[in-house]
């Protein structure tokens, strides 16, 4: 999975289970989110954003939330086929 970062920039993700919770997944990117979605903005850290996904949810189905937040076009490539260089998604389950 790629990210819309420019050069010289970098995205952090975190991705916790937490036991009896669920997972928690954490997108630090350069620069503020501009869409959002289910993801719920940070006011402390610019660019940051997080998302508390059900104890049972998929590897896939996080990997695409994920996608929306940090390259939308990318994602839109990968499930059209065209697989760019930067697009790396999950194998079929």
Known sequence: ??????????????????????????????????????WKPYAVVEGMCGRRFDKGTTAKHIHESLGKILDPPRMEECKSGDRGARANPLPAE
């Open 1 to 38: 999975m790629g990210c819309d970062c420019g050069p010289n920039e970098t995205c952090l993700i975190e991705i916790t289970e937490l036991p009896d919770k669920g997972i928690d997944a954490i997108v630090t990117k350069p620069r503020a989110v501009a869409e959002s979605g289910d």
